[in-house]
């Protein structure tokens, strides 16, 4: 790693054109966008069309990343994706999906799942890639269908989520001195797997012939012990982020933390004393996107030109397994 960095050169994004309202859910289930809102500071999210999986927003959200860093899709050495809402259980990856969509057949390409940390895994896990072998290219998405796995009729999750995907494309240079991604920790503790959950379909529990597709097939959560969970995880990345590159607050530019829920962001603020202003917080449109969120709410900062060479980012993610964690970038 001494003579090289691995630079964002790139980040795109993908979000589905139907845009569903808390008055639009508060229609069909016992809510009000007042609950939603004050309890989430969620206002909207978008909803994939039946037809799209998650390779189709995976697929959308490369190319947007490659248009923008004008390189061809076979120049891609290595596609790391990072979802909770595959296309398919098991095989094929949806990662090997979106290779064939974007013609990236020079790729090899491989899934994570690590939850709504999901990005902040495939990131390091792609610099990791780049930084051992011959390659020089990686994609790494961030994509969701949370839709397809949410209880419609359970208000306690239902409001919460949301669909799209997020991209940024790595590149690795010999010139230490171009910054990129500097430093990433990860965490994970199974002991809370149970508090986030999709249970049926999978090994341990296949549906059996004859048997009803049901919502046990969806996500189940608990939201108190998620939440107690999530600010703790913020606040403890946080705080060994910094300490690992030796920063302080006032170094850094900007967080970009997964957005779950307002209020968790909040709640870490304030107990980590950084202005909630540091925090980039999209949740009020998007929801929450699980893996896309962090490089959703990148490529929006980039776009909107918030981000100068040389400013410091954190990302900080937290979810499903239970995981968390988060990366130092340099931009
Ligand atoms: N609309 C209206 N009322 C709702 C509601 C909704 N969408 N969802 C729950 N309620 C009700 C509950 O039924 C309960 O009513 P009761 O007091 O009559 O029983 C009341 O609101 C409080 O419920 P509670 O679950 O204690 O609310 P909360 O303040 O803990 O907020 C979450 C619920 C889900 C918003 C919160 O726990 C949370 O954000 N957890 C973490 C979720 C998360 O981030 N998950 C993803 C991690 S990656």
Not at 31 to 39: K, N
Not at 249 to 259: A, L, S, Y
């Amino acid at each position: 790693m001494k003579n090289m960095a691995i630079e964002i050169i790139a980040t795109g994004r993908a979000i589905p054109p139907k845009r569903v309202s808390n008055d639009d859910l508060a229609a069909q289930i016992d809510t009000s966008d007042e609950w939603i809102r004050s309890h989430t500071g969620i206002g909207y999210r978008h909803i994939a069309d039946e037809s799209v999986a998650c390779s189709d927003l995976a697929a959308e959200a490369a190319k947007n990343a490659l248009e923008m860093a004008g390189c061809c899709p076979l120049s891609i050495d290595v596609i790391v994706l990072a979802t909770a809402t595959a296309d398919y259980y098991g095989t094929p990856s949806t990662a090997c999906i979106v290779q064939d969509k974007i013609s990236a057949r020079n790729a090899f390409a491989m899934d994570i799942t690590a939850g709504c940390t999901g990005f902040v895994y495939a990131l390091e896990t792609a610099a990791g890639l780049l930084s051992v072998g011959p390659r020089k290219r990686a994609l790494v998405i961030g994509a969701e269908v949370l839709s397809r796995v949410t209880n419609w009729d359970d208000r306690g999750t239902c409001v919460l989520f949301g669909d799209g995907a997020g991209a940024v494309i790595l590149e690795r240079t010999e010139d230490k001195a171009a910054g990129g991604l500097l430093q990433t920790l990860l965490y994970a503790d199974g002991s809370g797997a149970e508090s986030l959950i999709m249970r049926r379909g999978g090994s341990r529990s296949p549906y059996k012939k004859g048997e009803t597709i049901d919502t046990s097939i969806c996500i189940e959560m608990n939201g108190q012990e998620v939440y107690n969970f999530a600010v703790k995880a913020i606040t403890d990345t946080l705080e060994a982020l910094l300490k690992a590159g030796n920063f302080s607050i006032d170094d850094v530019t900007r967080i970009i933390p997964h957005q779950a829920n307002a209020r968790i962001v909040l709640a870490a603020s304030k107990r980590l004393g950084i202005p909630i202003e540091k925090f980039y917080l999209n949740i009020e449109q998007f929801a929450n996107t699980s893996s896309a969120s962090i490089p959703i709410a990148l490529d929006e900062i980039n776009r909107l030109g918030q981000l100068k060479k040389g400013d410091l980012i954190l990302t900080v993610g937290f979810g499903g397994g239970l995981t968390y964690g988060g990366n130092i970038i340099i931009w």
